[in-house]
Every structure is written in structure tokens, then in C-alpha cells.
Nanobody
Framework: QVQLVESGGGLVQAGDSLRLSCAASGRTFSSYAMGWFRQAPGKERDFVAAISYRGGRTIYADSVKGRFTISRDNAKNTVYLQMNSLKPEDTAIYYC???????????????WGQGTQVTVSS
């Protein structure tokens, strides 16, 4: 199994940037596509971004295109989410997840981290 631990969340002002990190356990990290999801109170868990197992293919939700960048460093067993130009509507708990293939739905992912809170004030 893969264990995932997110870090890097916090409280920022609109327009600021944050970089989230997700550290994975095990040698098999490089075999998984990785994704980021977010969930605001009372809302569904929504897709944010995903990256293929080698890092050559990325996909994004329309709401974050041009602002967020997903990347990975397989040597460090870590996936990142660089978030720029943050908006109050980005406020949510952000979750890292691992999948056998790149996807936009929660059902495609087998392993999940505990989440990290991102709060953007106006």
C-alpha cells in the first residue's frame, strides 16, 4: 500500500502563493499517477490536477488552469502543487491521491492522504 502525507497548507491573503507537498512511502511511488483534490465545507470533493507516473502528462481543472502547477520528483517520492494567485474560492482541504492512471474522478484513486487546510482571505 501507499501512504501519503500532505504538508504546506496555511492561511494566506488573496493573490499570494503556496506550495503543497505530498510525501509518499514505498519504492512503487513512481508507478502511480498522482492527483490533487480539494473539498470545501458542504461541497463535493473536486478534482484539481493530476500528473502521470513519469511526470510527462498533466491535466487541470478549468478553475485552476494558469494558476496551479502540479509536478513530481520521483527520486524524492514527492508530488507538489504550486498554487499562485490564490483566491478566496480556493479555500478548502486539499488531498493528495494515488492512482494507477491519470483521472479526474475520486473513484480512480486508490490511496489518499489526510488532507491539508488552505485558507485564502480576501
Amino acid at each position: 500500500q501507499v501512504q501519503l502525507v500532505e504538508s504546506g497548507g496555511g492561511l494566506v491573503q488573496a493573490g499570494d502563493s503556496l506550495r503543497l507537498s505530498c510525501a509518499a512511502s514505498g519504492r512503487t511511488f513512481s508507478s502511480y499517477a498522482m492527483g490533487w483534490f480539494r473539498q470545501a465545507p458542504g461541497k463535493e470533493r473536486d478534482f484539481v490536477a493530476a500528473i502521470s507516473y513519469r511526470g510527462g502528462r498533466t491535466i487541470y481543472a478549468d478553475s485552476v488552469k494558469g494558476r496551479f502547477t502540479i509536478s513530481r520528483d520521483n527520486a524524492k517520492n514527492t508530488v507538489y502543487l504550486q498554487m499562485n494567485s490564490l483566491k478566496p474560492e480556493d479555500t478548502a482541504i486539499y488531498y493528495c491521491a494515488a492512482s494507477m492512471a491519470v483521472g479526474r474522478t475520486t473513484s480512480a484513486y486508490d490511496y489518499w492522504g489526510q488532507g491539508t487546510q488552505v485558507t485564502v482571505s480576501s
